[in-house]
């Protein structure tokens, strides 16, 4: 490339360069780690308790039973899948696929008119990410800032302490979670067998146990948002699912590029709104 090109390039650079990479990640592609405020406000509170509503419904579900059998069960291994307590073999999978076609079709459909109210209020990813391990890490580190101060700081007594029961707890969740989300692939019944009988008779299913509780425990203490950016499918099709009339909550460059350094605070309130005008024109 000729220097003259890479001089235009670098001008772009100052209005489109955010279309070049995620924010998540740097000019290096090295991960930009997301500091979140604590959020606050009605709509946050409402999130709160449909978030409890999930929860109960996540921790009860696997106790519930009907004629003897579990409500949901989705046993892969043997390929069972018990739903409402009627069970689905492999032979029935033309009605399963078919159920799944017409999901998969709802979902496009929602996605196009709401944008993604799934991930904000239903994904079991933001959930517990979001509603569970963000509220712990703000009850023992702090809001955004004081984290960023934590992580930049040096390895002090309250720094060891604080990252020590941070993560333990974290592990603590998640071996929890773990258990619950086996007891839908195995039933509840097999999972008291594991917990309460020797590990000898169990080998297998304590170290899916293990397994999945490194997972969770990885994916919620680092992974994070990624697994909606790189791993996701349905993060990954949104953007060919969404149209400018969706329903989005989402940056929108032409008020928020070039970003410039406004010391806001500084300024009176109506010179506030006129700079913040005149800067998205
Ligand atoms: S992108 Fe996927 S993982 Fe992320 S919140 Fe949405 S549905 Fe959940």
């Not at 696929?97 to 933001?126: K, Y």
């Not at 990954?236 to 928020?256: C, E, F, I, T, W």
Request: glycine share 4%.
């Amino acid at each position: 490339m000729s220097e003259e090109i890479r001089n235009v390039d670098h001008t772009e650079e100052t209005t489109e360069s955010f279309r070049d990479r995620i924010a998540t990640v740097d000019e290096k592609v090295k991960r930009n780690w997301v500091y979140a405020h604590k959020p606050k406000g009605r709509f946050y509170n409402i999130r709160s308790v449909v978030s409890w509503g999930f929860f109960a419904l996540f921790f009860i579900l696997p106790f519930i039973k009907i004629n003897g059998r579990p409500l949901f069960l989705f046993n892969i291994p043997e390929a069972k899948f018990i739903i409402f307590g009627k069970i689905f073999w492999p032979q029935d999978f033309v009605i399963f696929g078919l159920t799944m076609v017409i999901f998969i079709v709802f979902i496009v459909l929602f996605t196009a008119a709401f944008g993604r109210l799934f991930c904000g209020w239903v994904c079991p990813q933001t959930i517990f990410m979001e509603m569970l391990f963000r509220k712990v890490e703000y009850l023992i580190e702090g809001d955004a800032p004081k984290q960023k101060i934590l992580n930049n700081g040096p390895w002090t007594t309250s720094k060891t302490t604080k990252k020590i029961i941070k993560h333990v707890v974290f592990y603590l969740l998640s071996f929890i979670i773990a258990n619950f989300f086996l007891s839908y692939i195995i039933g509840m019944d097999e999972l008291k067998k594991i917990i309460t009988e020797p590990v000898s008779q169990h080998v297998v299913g304590f170290v899916t146990i293990l397994i999945f509780s490194f997972v969770f425990y990885a994916v919620y203490a680092f992974f994070r948002e990624q697994a909606c950016t790189v791993v996701c499918p349905y993060g990954r099709l949104q953007s060919v699912l969404l149209d400018p009339n969706s329903m989005l909550v989402a940056y929108d460059y032409k008020r928020g590029e070039p970003v410039e350094n406004i010391k806001r605070t500084k300024l009176p309130k109506l010179l506030q709104v006129i700079v913040l005008i005149v800067s998205s024109v």
